[in-house]
C-alpha cells in the first residue's frame, strides 16, 4: 500500500514523534542524549529548519519544528539515519531503531503550539523522571535562560507570546508550565501522547465487546439516554479518538461530545 502524502502545515510548524522500535529505549547514557542534539545541529543547518521546542524521552522524542523551506522529511530522515547509525555501532544493534517513520501533526494555531510547547516540556514530570525545571534533555531551560551555550531551539517565535520584555516573558512562561492543561481531554491533547493507535477495525471490535452488542448498527437504534450512556463507557478506550469512535460508530462527533461532557 503506499504512504499517504503528508498533509503540509499552513503554518509550517509541525509536532514531530520519534518512537523506539517496540518502545525500546532509544537513549541509555548522556552521550546518547548529547549525540541525538549534536545531530539536530547538524540537520538544522543542512536542511534549514528551526527547533521551537523539544523533549528527548528514553524511548522517544518529541519536536516542534518550523518547516521554513519544506524540508521536513528529508530533514527528519537523515536525523533518523544518523542517529541510528550511531546508535547501532555503539550498542551492536541489528534491526531498525526507530517504530516506522516519524509521526507529525501539523500545528496551525497559537492556542495549539503554546499548549504543545507545555505539554511537552511537562513530560517527564508526567513520566515522574524529574520536575520540569530539573530536565537536561529538554528546551525548557533554554527558554528560560540557561544552556546558553548549547542552544539549539529558536525561543524568538514562543517566548515573545508571554510578554513584551524577556524578563517578563520568562517569569509568564514559567508560571505557564506549573499547571497542567485543564482542558487536556476535551481538546484531544491525548493525541500527543505515544500510544498503540487501534485501526478501526479493532476499535469495532472493542466497542462490540464493551457493549456487548454483535453489530454497531444497534447503537443507532438506542433512545438518546441510552445511546449517551454507552458513550461514555467507550471514552476510556486506548488508542483511539472522539473522531474515530464517530467514524467507526456514525454517531455524529458533536453527539459524542456532548455525552462526555454531560457525564
Given at each position: ?27 541509555f547514557?548522556s ?6 542534539l ?7 543547518e ?11 524521552m528514553?524511548n ?34 541489528v534491526?531498525h ?28 514530570a ?14 525548557y ?8 551555550k ?31 492543561n ?26 462490540e465487546?464493551i ?17 449517551d ?5 467507550l ?29
Amino acid at each position: 500500500m503506499p504512504r499517504m502524502a503528508r498533509k503540509v502545515s499552513g503554518t509550517k510548524v509541525y509536532h514531530i514523534i520519534f518512537r523506539g522500535n517496540d518502545k525500546q529505549d532509544i537513549f541509555f547514557d548522556s552521550q546518547d542524549y548529547k549525540k541525538y542534539l549534536k545531530e539536530i545541529k547538524v540537520t538544522k543547518e543542512k536542511y534549514q529548519y528551526e527547533i521551537l521546542a523539544y523533549c528527548l524521552m528514553s524511548n522517544h522524542v518529541h519536536l516542534i519544528v518550523f518547516d521554513k523551506n519544506d524540508n521536513l522529511s528529508k530533514a527528519m530522515q537523515s536525523l533518523a539515519v544518523a542517529y541510528s547509525s550511531y546508535f547501532s555501532k555503539k550498542y551492536d544493534k541489528v534491526g531498525h531503531l526507530f517504530q516506522n517513520r516519524f509521526l507529525s501533526k501539523n500545528v496551525e494555531t497559537k492556542e495549539y503550539l503554546l499548549q504543545l510547547c507545555r505539554y511537552i516540556h511537562q513530560n517527564p514530570a508526567k513520566a515522574k523522571i524529574a520536575s520540569v525545571d530539573n530536565y537536561n534533555w529538554s528546551s525548557y531551560k533554554e527558554y528560560i535562560g540557561l544552556k546558553l551555550k548549547e542552544r539549539i531551539t529558536n525561543i524568538n517565535t514562543i517566548l515573545p507570546m508571554f510578554g513584551s520584555s524577556r524578563e517578563q516573558a520568562i517569569k509568564n512562561f514559567e508560571t505557564f508550565h506549573k499547571y497542567e492543561n485543564e482542558d487536556y481531554n476535551k481538546n484531544e491533547y491525548v493525541e500527543f501522547e505515544i500510544v498503540d493507535k487501534l485501526t478501526d477495525e479493532e476499535l469495532k471490535q472493542a466497542i462490540e465487546k464493551i457493549l456487548n452488542i454483535e453489530n454497531l448498527i444497534e447503537i443507532k437504534k438506542y433512545n438518546s439516554d441510552i445511546r449517551d450512556k454507552c458513550i461514555i463507557k467507550l471514552k476510556n478506550i486506548k488508542g483511539t479518538t472522539k473522531t474515530q469512535i464517530a467514524r467507526v460508530t456514525g454517531i455524529n462527533r458533536k453527539i459524542i461530545e456532548r455525552a462526555i461532557n454531560k457525564e
